[in-house]
């Protein structure tokens, strides 16, 4: 099960927020040997071409018409099954119950304090589950709050997968060490709030990438998936192009008119509003868009029209990629 693998949860978390976009990309095949910790350079790694999700064959679909850039007649148009090399999946070990896996909108939950530690200035949390989307996937970190009945409340200020437990969900917070010490050792019941303004943004920044996936297979460039970075500064996608796709790159007209051809194609797709589709096989969540889905731990949203207006704003080549530099209204 390569996939699952691939997907596994605590595969590199990415970027801090507000440092230089360097979305990590996990090591597209072999398993399970990249720690969580954010690597410090983004190694970019082959996407493993079409991810065989459950064992289907990725159907190919020839290209809906001629791209501003003539892609090459003999290579293979790109699979559906498009995984970033950076996805995050939502898989088998799961310490901390990942209730956001299955509900972008749920802002406030219930939990159970597991742990408490410190760490430097921080205060460490760990919970039976959680409605905190960890940094990762190319998706920055919730924030928010945790409290409990007669504490001080902590500030949620960074949320990542442990980094030497698989499963678990770690919660950098703000407050009084000694009080929710005290409270982790009575396995006090707490309560989980994350910054919905923040959460609403990041699910239609990263939903805005899985979009261009859609918009780039089909107005028919053979450009593959390389890593995703959906963070509000500055969010991209990153594809593995062909020779034909760098030398767009230094024909100024042709990249105009690939990036206005896919401001168009975004503008068709959100208004269709279609239903995004979360599956979940053998413990490895999909998420769909269209017709091109993808392994994803991700909060996102439901439909594409949430996404309103989403705009290309450039195309910068470097070696064997492409970076699509996007905005969402
Ligand atoms: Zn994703």
């Known amino acids: 099960m390569e996939l699952t693998h691939l997907l596994a949860i605590g595969l590199p978390v990415q970027t801090l927020a507000g440092s230089p976009a360097k979305s990590s990309t996990a090591p597209a095949a072999p398993p399970a040997k990249a720690p969580a910790a954010a690597p410090k350079k983004a ?7 079409a991810a065989k999700a459950g064992g289907k064959a990725p159907a190919a679909k020839a290209p809906a018409k001629a791209a501003a850039a003539p892609a090459p007649a003999q290579e293979a148009p790109a699979p559906r099954n498009m995984s970033p090399a950076n996805a995050l999946g939502g898989p088998a ?31 460490c949390v760990e919970l039976d589950q959680t409605v905190f989307h960890p940094q990762g996937g190319g998706q920055p970190s919730d924030v928010g709050t945790i409290s ?9 200020t960074f ?57 780039v297979h089909d107005i028919g460039f053979r450009w593959r998936p390389g890593k995703g970075y959906h963070f509000a500064d500055g969010p991209y996608v990153e594809y ?5 796709g760098r030398k767009m790159d230094k024909d100024l007209k042709a ?7 896919l401001c168009e194609k975004m503008k068709e797709l ?3 509003a279609s239903k995004v589709q979360v599956t979940k096989v053998d413990g490895v969540r999909t998420v769909a868009f269209e017709d091109v889905s993808c392994g994803c731990g991700g909060t996102h949203v439901q439909h594409t029209g949430e996404l309103l207006e989403v705009t290309v704003k450039k195309l910068t080549a470097k070696k064997d990629t492409m970076r699509v530099s996007y905005t969402v209204a």
Request: proline content about 3%; some cysteine.
């Open 43 to 49: 190694a970019a790694s082959p996407a493993a071409p």
């Open 93 to 123: 070990a799961q310490k901390t119950r990942q209730l956001y896996l299955d509900n972008t909108y749920l802002f406030e939950h219930a939990a159970t304090l597991m742990d408490v530690w410190e760490d430097g200035e921080k205060v």
């Open 148 to 156: 409990a009945d007669g504490l001080p409340p902590l500030e949620v």
């Open 159 to 215: 949320v990542a997968m442990d980094k030497s437990r698989e499963g678990v969900v770690r919660h950098d917070c703000k407050g009084d060490l000694a009080a929710w010490r005290a409270a982790a050792a009575e396995r006090r019941a707490v309560v989980c709030k994350v910054d919905d303004t923040k959460r609403r943004l990041f699910a239609r920044l990263h939903s805005a990438g899985h979009l261009l996936d859609v918009a």
């Open 240 to 244: 593995i192009v062909t020779e034909e």
């Open 255 to 261: 990249k105009e008119a690939v990036i206005q051809e």
């Open 270 to 272: 959100i208004g269709k």
